[in-house]
């Protein structure tokens, strides 16, 4: 199950990042599960990396390559996560580093791991090392369609996104992404990948990684579950002789997000078991915190998702949410709460205006809006989410078996 | 679904307590659904109610009324929660109290109302009252199988605990609850009503049910959802002439927690959809916030939920869930993880004396073990949950049609 239309864009390639793909053979033979990305010289990359505790060996590895050298590399396989897998993890995680760098004349520093799957497996390193060179033969500045399938999980779906913007020079900005369970962010979330022709330095990249991350990747949930292998990774090869400083810097940055946000709705669309989009827009806000306690706490709501999958207008649920959220001194006379455009609730109670007819109506779309209005401050955030199905239980009771 | 065996116990009647269940076909007819207990003058009450903002117009009758004057009368409707009702919940509350009062030749105050069941439905009010004779009329010390019955919801079985103690001057507790589903307690939790024949002065009686509430109702969740709703409410009589002191309070609270944890587990072993009942024992922490962020982070995850239900030994999820759990400068190489006695996961890995046999076979009993040791601290605590079924998904999809 998933929701909206699945099909993967027009990917423009970008001058000096190329990408190769291979059938590795580590979980399942014949599937595309070897990424290898190749990043042109004087290129700069910035890196957004899970927050959870047990984060993988790969995460620890590509930060601490990250913080040394400019990275030449990414290597990304599916089927494993080499997480929850001790010392053994890092000796693989950098083994595999080393022998990218010896198939491709380059220093293990500057390749980037990144693994995604089962959690707690031992990484099968035959497999991944022998499915190296396939991956670097096809290392092409086209690559980026294969390599959004080489980077999925229990996805149903590849995930891009791609622009163009400017005039005279023009910048080209594209980006992939996998990501269906165990999604929620913390700092930046499952596997992201995007690059650009720009030129930006290191530290405008940094800046413009995290606000573009802040409103797209960090702005969804699944199931309320952080991953140990979250990364996102942006690259500015500077190959379209365009330099970004400080005057270009937001319009680099609003264009950025429109892919950012592009692949974490994908994400979203491709949840586990998705049958709704679902926005939660929370607005008058105090303050931005106050905001996403309430989106989060509806939008993980067990038992509002339960009701979004059943298109049943239980705006009850939704009150319950917003009352135990944690806001201090929330005045739930005026709170209002609408689903797409129908008023469902306001003074503590169903709206007058309400009637079951117009709520059932509202549900019955695949995109739903759930607007809550605090009426106390001047904050908008918003949230992406899907509703709790069967399926999704069906997904991630079989995972394993 | 349940688990465990749901006969109701024998519940010791409490001299100077009476229960009365009528049906009243609140929301379906000739279910039960409408109990009276009724007070004995000189008794003491003590309660706790939901922190939902949102919480229901009974809730807050309730809390004033048990403010002003020491209650006779506690009023209980099932099938309709009387809340996210507005002005017109608040009126249909403090009338509910009035007609029973009339009924009694008592004082409204002197009633306290709850309800339970769908939000945001208006309370039928003169099916609520029409009933109220026949609860009144069937008032007996030997109600309680009656009553436990009469406050039910989506609930599958009554659930009740009782208890006597001491050898001369003898104790009895007996109480009952309800819930399901929408359960994280904070505070308090659905319904809960437990009565003792001791003499207990108000403040050390409000002391003792706090001290219970803690290391039960609010150690529990199915869905960390907090009901607009939740209540508990403890009666002491005095009926048995034993009265509790300073010196004597240390037992009695011990044996009140008893039959609270009674109740508590009987909710989760009735959880909605619930396959297994699981404790999450956490070992070894710095404090109380910490072991019970770790303890809710594992019992609310639904990937550790799913896999549960699979009986899926998929540790892997526990270990991601305790590495978001916010626990600040966690060692994960000093975190050890059991399955009942298997131990799972060590040295930030799968444990090496771990087989998938062993894990599968842990997995399999209906009553699960998740036991955490942090290794830093001196701190215990244990979170009772469920897994996450097909069924649970089921019944709140279906809940309102």
Sequence with gaps: MATGNGTLPTLHPIAGFKLGTASAGIKTPGRKDLVVMEIV????????????????????????????????YLLVNTGNANAGTGEQGMTDALQSCDALAAATSSNKEQVLPF?????GEPLPMDRLIGGMPAAVAALSENGWAD????????DTRAKGASLQYGTDSKITITGIAKGSGMIKPN??????????????DAEL???ALRLANEKSFNRITVDSDTSTNDAVILVATGSSGVTIDEESFD????QLKTVFIDLAQAIIRDG????????????????TDEALAVAYTIAESPLVKTALAASDPNWGRILAAIGRAGVTNLDVNAVQVHLNSVLI????ARASSYTEEAGQAAMQPEEIEIRVSLNRGQIQETVWTTDLTYEYVRINAEYRT
Tied chains: 1, 2.
């Design 115 to 119: 693994s995604t799957g089962v959690i």
């Design 251 to 254: 319009q680099f940055v609003s």
């Design 205 to 207: 990249l940094h800046r």
């Design 41 to 72: 010289k004087g290129s700069t990359v910035a890196g957004l990396f899970t927050q959870n505790a047990f984060c993988a060996a790969p995460v620890a590895v590509a930060k601490q390559h990250l913080a040394n050298v400019s990275p030449k």
């Design 147 to 154: 390599a959004a399938e080489g980077i999925l999980t229990t």
């Design 272 to 287: 586990e078991g998705a049958g709704k989009f679902v926005s939660v827009v929370i607005e008058g806000a105090v303050d």
């Design 187 to 200: 700092m930046a979330t499952m596997l992201g990948y995007v690059a650009t022709d720009a030129a930006v």
């Design 345 to 348: 609730a306001e003074n503590g």
